[in-house]
């Protein structure tokens, strides 16, 4: 059990934070377990014929199973709140070779031969590591990152949804069933780690909602890295499903256009998205949109240029089983 102890400051300066290079690590994972996160196996039957031809030992060995420790800069938590890959490489090969050696020292067991040349040359070694990273990313992540980085947007929008009913301490209302909390005590159900941390009062805790984690839940924990909890976000199960389910009942109260189009954000998505994805027009798309809205089924977010919907707590109960 892994204890975070926050003062009223930590919890003031709690935040999110989205990182495609816990995506790739997490992915690497779900890659050599796949029957652990059944959820994931369409990903895993697609993209594993594209990688046959890609590059990524160094990166394989690094991410060993049973996973108890991934060396830390593999899974830096993100200063700001949406790093690009290219960013998070760039600070990857810019890490001091002593900062490089410090967490490969907390693998248990021999270190892998690449491993074991990365500790004797960081330099080249985590050049090497950056380049591999960026094919693994082409050939497995990129032509998914839309969808996931929607899921995503849609997490951190519904944590703040119920921070501001809730306080908050509703950030971590069922955040996961690992982790749960108490007065002033975060609690994560790690089996082997058994520790009691206070936070500094200068950083609080950085959530890192990330797909491929699923189901579990890893912690940032070893100095002088923040603090962070890498989490799934909430919709992974219907991530890769092809066709959306729509229940007959809401059809007939709602009509089966809206009742399709609140099944299919339970990924949020943009007007764009919900018409290729149904077959309607972006305006008739746009119409139902509205309709469910104003109705208090679907919520509207702006992101940047981007105009997301989400379907809310009302529609949830309309679609639950």
Same mark, same amino acid.
């Given at each position: 059990?892994?204890?975070?102890?926050?003062?009223?400051?930590?919890?003031?300066?709690?935040?999110?934070?989205?990182?495609?290079?816990?995506?790739?690590?997490?992915?690497?994972?779900?890659?050599?377990?796949?029957?652990?996160?059944?959820?994931?196996?369409?990903?895993?039957?697609?993209?594993?014929?594209?990688?046959?031809?890609?590059?990524?030992?160094?990166?394989?060995?690094?991410?060993?199973?049973?996973?108890?420790?991934?060396?830390?800069?593999?899974?830096?938590?993100?200063?700001?709140?949406?790093?690009?890959?290219?960013?998070?490489?760039? +600070?990857?090969?810019?890490? !001091?070779?002593? %900062? #490089?050696?410090?967490? *490969? =020292? @907390?693998?248990? /067991?021999?270190?892998?031969?690449?491993?074991?040349?990365?500790?004797?040359?960081?330099?080249?070694?985590?050049?090497?590591?950056?380049?591999?990273?960026?094919?693994?990313?082409?050939?497995?992540?990129?032509?998914?990152?839309?969808?996931?980085?929607?899921?995503?947007?849609?997490?951190?929008?519904?944590?703040?949804?119920?921070?501001?009913?809730?306080?908050?301490?509703?950030?971590?209302?069922?955040?996961?069933?690992?982790?749960?909390?108490?007065?002033?005590?975060?609690?994560?159900?790690?089996?082997?780690?058994?520790?009691?941390?206070?936070?500094?009062?200068?950083?609080?805790?950085?959530?890192?909602?990330?797909?491929?984690?699923?189901?579990?839940?890893?912690?940032?924990?070893?100095?002088?890295?923040?603090?962070?909890?890498?989490?799934?976000?909430?919709?992974? +199960?219907?991530?890769?499903? !092809?066709?959306? %389910? #729509?229940?007959?009942? *809401? =059809? @007939?109260?709602? /009509?089966?256009?809206?009742?399709?189009?609140?099944?299919?954000?339970?990924?949020?998505?943009?007007?764009?998205?919900?018409?290729?994805?149904?077959?309607?027009?972006?305006?008739?798309?746009?119409?139902?949109?509205?309709?469910?809205?104003?109705?208090?089924?679907?919520?509207?977010?702006?992101?940047?240029?981007?105009?997301?919907?989400?379907?809310?707590?009302?529609?949830?109960?309309?679609?639950?089983?």
């Amino acid at each position: 059990m892994l204890t975070w102890e926050f003062s009223a400051q930590d919890l003031a300066l709690t935040r999110f934070a989205r990182s495609p290079l816990c995506e790739v690590v997490t992915s690497v994972e779900v890659l050599k377990d796949p029957g652990r996160r059944a959820v994931h196996l369409p990903w895993v039957r697609k993209v594993r014929p594209r990688l046959a031809g890609v590059e990524w030992e160094l990166l394989s060995q690094l991410v060993r199973l049973p996973t108890v420790y991934v060396p830390d800069f593999l899974t830096p938590v993100p200063d700001g709140g949406s790093p690009t890959l290219e960013q998070q490489l760039a +600070a990857l090969t810019a890490l !001091e070779p002593a %900062a #490089v050696r410090r967490d *490969l =020292a @907390r693998l248990d /067991g021999e270190p892998p031969p690449l491993v074991a040349e990365l500790a004797k040359d960081p330099e080249r070694g985590m050049s090497r590591l950056a380049a591999e990273v960026a094919a693994y990313w082409q050939a497995a992540i990129a032509p998914y990152w839309s969808r996931t980085e929607r899921l995503v947007e849609g997490e951190i929008l519904r944590r703040a949804r119920q921070a501001a009913e809730s306080g908050p301490a509703g950030l971590f209302t069922d955040l996961h069933p690992q982790v749960g909390w108490e007065r002033d005590l975060l609690r994560i159900g790690h089996r082997h780690v058994d520790v009691h941390r206070r936070l500094d009062g200068a950083r609080g805790l950085v959530l890192v909602p990330t797909v491929f984690a699923w189901p579990g839940v890893f912690s940032q924990l070893n100095p002088p890295w923040q603090p962070g909890l890498v989490y799934p976000p909430r919709g992974v +199960a219907t991530l890769w499903e !092809e066709a959306v %389910a #729509v229940p007959d009942g *809401l =059809a @007939r109260v709602i /009509g089966r256009a809206r009742a399709r189009l609140l099944a299919e954000l339970a990924v949020p998505a943009t007007t764009t998205e919900l018409a290729a994805r149904t077959g309607l027009s972006a305006a008739t798309v746009s119409h139902h949109l509205s309709a469910l809205h104003d109705a208090g089924l679907a919520a509207r977010h702006r992101t940047g240029r981007t105009v997301l919907y989400l379907r809310t707590a009302a529609a949830e109960l309309l679609l639950a089983d």
